[in-house]
């Protein structure tokens, strides 16, 4: 009995011996071949208003929900994206579509959280309200991990956006003058249905095709690509759609001005029933040519229910 | 009367950093082979500029000169000297005839840019930076001009989305030693001290070629740079 025992534990000693030699005899004969993977990023936090989220907390969450399209390394290159169109964002870049802050900068956190809530309409992007907030927060960091933009600045100050004026004919009006002057028709078309002169030739930044924006598709359940309320609309154009055609136009419209053409684009959605749509109507649906007013009020417009500015 | 043996003393020690960096490396930059014919643009769709052509301009992807000579070749110091801070003085680049003038515009990193639009119609300026920011504005007629600054040295491809034959370049550099080939195919980098320098030359489509450079007192040294044309 006593030989036995030890016959068993010199086997199992010997096999313990063999098995390291093995290991030790196999690494040595596999040749160090690339690529490497990239050196393990930094972790970060995010902080939505009083929520903190962390990146090392959603390391799982991203492996099973997002690296199939965004890629095991933010890349965009996820097995999925082949497949897909729009592809899939590139972390890496942190170049955002849908932000409240000025175009080149980056987004807010709280910009990152509601995307990955809301989602992206016309992409394969989902309405991720499986995520409870702290792991939407979590993945708003790890998303962060994947570029040094994030360690290097900070995100761009949300743009003030101020109240928003009575949705009147004239406001309506103006708008239209400012589509039209602004030439949003090149791409977007006269009636915004995204056969503009332009709308063929469009490719984003990564010089894929892409088509403008087709308001008059639009639909009561109708979205855009950040949003679906007058503001997201507003934020649109005056921070632009990094990475696409879409330019900021910051620089050319007055706040008031950009209440003014939302109102317009509003109508450019026949289909849909809105407070825009009812003015027109109530208007005997067409729109007035706009009339330069000759004392331009500033923004204060606290008398008169009519003002439309 | 010692006095004036020591102004001149300073006198000269001053003006002798101005004597001292006088090394020159200047050359020629053509091509081998036949370059691919470049494009008539079709402005139809834009006849506020169309009616700007008598004949309508082409692509600019390959501008080339008498002898073989190949334009718009950036050359630069790109290693051996140090990186100079950004000069005051901005540089312009202008939309005109919805072309971009010049089609490569060189200027250092932090420097201001101001793009201009000298057209009547809308433009948007969209540099698709990879290690800057990108970024894209709209531009009407009429507009002010549109300032930037670019803090990493980089080769940016700049494109207007409304008209889709725009392009250009911003060839953002980390050194004030740069020269662009013009109608010669001649470049020339001036005021260099004695020292070991690379000099490096990009061209947007045939790539970039380098050749190192010993500079040792005033000389000018000569080096050329031949670039394959492609068939397509």
């Given at each position: 009995m006593k030989n036995l025992k030890r016959v068993h534990y010199f086997g199992a000693f010997l096999s313990f011996v063999l098995a390291v030699w093995a290991v030790a005899a196999g690494a040595q004969d596999v040749p160090d071949v690339g690529p490497h993977p990239p050196a393990p990023p930094k972790e970060m936090e995010s902080h939505i208003g009083k929520l903190v989220g962390h990146s090392q907390n959603a390391k799982s969450d991203y492996r099973r929900?997002?690296?199939?399209?965004?890629?095991d390394l933010g890349d965009?290159?996820?097995?999925?994206a082949v497949w897909?169109?729009?592809?899939?964002?590139?972390?890496?870049?942190?170049?955002?579509?849908?932000?409240?802050?000025?175009?080149g900068t980056l987004p807010t956190d709280e910009d990152l959280f509601n995307t990955i809530g809301r989602g992206l309409t016309n992409?394969?992007?989902?309405?991720?309200?499986?995520?409870?907030n702290q792991q939407r927060a979590d993945l708003v960091a790890y998303v962060k991990t994947f570029s040094s933009r994030w360690e290097k600045e900070k995100p761009g100050d949300p743009i003030t956006i101020p109240a928003e004026p009575p949705v009147t004919i004239e406001s309506i009006s103006h708008g239209k003058y400012l589509f039209t002057k602004l030439e949003?028709?090149?791409?977007?078309?006269p009636q915004g249905k995204?056969?503009?002169?332009?709308a063929s030739t469009l490719t984003d930044s990564k010089d894929n095709p892409i088509r403008p924006y087709?308001?008059?598709?639009?639909?009561?359940d109708s979205r855009f690509k950040c949003g679906s309320t007058n503001h997201d609309i507003y934020k649109i154009f005056m921070t632009g759609?990094?990475?696409?055609?879409?330019?900021?136009?910051a620089d050319t419209i007055s706040p008031t001005d950009a209440w003014d053409l939302v109102h317009f684009l509003r109508t450019l959605q026949v289909k849909r029933h809105s407070p825009e749509n009812e003015a027109l109507k109530a208007a005997g649906g067409k729109i007035p040519p706009y009339v330069e007013k000759p004392s331009a009020a500033p923004a204060q417009s606290g008398n008169g229910a009519a003002g439309g500015n | 009367m010692r006095a004036s043996k020591s102004c001149v003393a300073i006198l000269i020690a001053t003006l002798c950093p101005a004597l001292m960096y006088g090394g020159t490396i200047s050359g020629k930059i053509t091509y081998t082979g036949t370059p691919v014919r470049q494009k008539p643009i079709d402005m139809s769709k834009e006849p506020s500029c169309a009616k700007q052509h008598a004949t309508p301009v082409t692509t600019e992807t390959v501008v080339t000169g008498a002898n073989n000579a190949l334009e718009n070749v950036v050359v630069y110091i790109s290693a051996g000297a140090d990186d100079a801070n950004a000069p005051a003085q901005a540089v312009t680049f202008t939309q005109k005839g919805c072309q971009y003038l010049p089609h490569v515009v060189v200027l250092q990193a932090g420097q201001e840019l101001k793009v201009v639009n000298d057209d009547q119609t809308s433009h948007n300026i969209h540099p698709l930076a990879k290690q800057n920011r990108e970024w894209n504005k709209s531009q009407p007629p009429g507009s002010p001009a549109i300032e930037a600054k670019f803090d990493q040295p980089e080769f940016i491809s700049v494109k207007c989305n409304i008209h889709p034959w725009m392009h250009g370049w911003f060839a953002v550099l980390?050194?004030?030693?740069y020269s662009i080939s013009s109608n010669g195919g001649g470049f020339t980098l001036p005021n260099l001290p004695p020292g070991k320098y690379t000099v490096t030359a990009w061209h947007e489509d045939y790539g970039t070629q380098t050749q190192d450079v010993t500079i040792s007192g005033n000389e000018t040294k000569t080096i050329n740079f031949a670039f394959k044309a492609k068939a397509y």
């Amino acid at each position: 009995m006593k030989n036995l025992k030890r016959v068993h534990y010199f086997g199992a000693f010997l096999s313990f011996v063999l098995a390291v030699w093995a290991v030790a005899a196999g690494a040595q004969d596999v040749p160090d071949v690339g690529p490497h993977p990239p050196a393990p990023p930094k972790e970060m936090e995010s902080h939505i208003g009083k929520l903190v989220g962390h990146s090392q907390n959603a390391k799982s969450d991203y492996r099973r929900y997002c690296a199939g399209c965004h890629g095991d390394l933010g890349d965009g290159n996820g097995e999925n994206a082949v497949w897909l169109d729009p592809k899939p964002r590139d972390f890496t870049m942190a170049t955002f579509k849908c932000r409240s802050t000025l175009t080149g900068t980056l987004p807010t956190d709280e910009d990152l959280f509601n995307t990955i809530g809301r989602g992206l309409t016309n992409s394969n992007m989902p309405i991720w309200n499986t995520f409870s907030n702290q792991q939407r927060a979590d993945l708003v960091a790890y998303v962060k991990t994947f570029s040094s933009r994030w360690e290097k600045e900070k995100p761009g100050d949300p743009i003030t956006i101020p109240a928003e004026p009575p949705v009147t004919i004239e406001s309506i009006s103006h708008g239209k003058y400012l589509f039209t002057k602004l030439e949003c028709w090149k791409c977007h078309g006269p009636q915004g249905k995204g056969d503009g002169p332009s709308a063929s030739t469009l490719t984003d930044s990564k010089d894929n095709p892409i088509r403008p924006y087709n308001f008059a598709a639009g639909t009561d359940d109708s979205r855009f690509k950040c949003g679906s309320t007058n503001h997201d609309i507003y934020k649109i154009f005056m921070t632009g759609v990094d990475g696409t055609p879409m330019p900021s136009f910051a620089d050319t419209i007055s706040p008031t001005d950009a209440w003014d053409l939302v109102h317009f684009l509003r109508t450019l959605q026949v289909k849909r029933h809105s407070p825009e749509n009812e003015a027109l109507k109530a208007a005997g649906g067409k729109i007035p040519p706009y009339v330069e007013k000759p004392s331009a009020a500033p923004a204060q417009s606290g008398n008169g229910a009519a003002g439309g500015n | 009367m010692r006095a004036s043996k020591s102004c001149v003393a300073i006198l000269i020690a001053t003006l002798c950093p101005a004597l001292m960096y006088g090394g020159t490396i200047s050359g020629k930059i053509t091509y081998t082979g036949t370059p691919v014919r470049q494009k008539p643009i079709d402005m139809s769709k834009e006849p506020s500029c169309a009616k700007q052509h008598a004949t309508p301009v082409t692509t600019e992807t390959v501008v080339t000169g008498a002898n073989n000579a190949l334009e718009n070749v950036v050359v630069y110091i790109s290693a051996g000297a140090d990186d100079a801070n950004a000069p005051a003085q901005a540089v312009t680049f202008t939309q005109k005839g919805c072309q971009y003038l010049p089609h490569v515009v060189v200027l250092q990193a932090g420097q201001e840019l101001k793009v201009v639009n000298d057209d009547q119609t809308s433009h948007n300026i969209h540099p698709l930076a990879k290690q800057n920011r990108e970024w894209n504005k709209s531009q009407p007629p009429g507009s002010p001009a549109i300032e930037a600054k670019f803090d990493q040295p980089e080769f940016i491809s700049v494109k207007c989305n409304i008209h889709p034959w725009m392009h250009g370049w911003f060839a953002v550099l980390k050194t004030s030693h740069y020269s662009i080939s013009s109608n010669g195919g001649g470049f020339t980098l001036p005021n260099l001290p004695p020292g070991k320098y690379t000099v490096t030359a990009w061209h947007e489509d045939y790539g970039t070629q380098t050749q190192d450079v010993t500079i040792s007192g005033n000389e000018t040294k000569t080096i050329n740079f031949a670039f394959k044309a492609k068939a397509y």
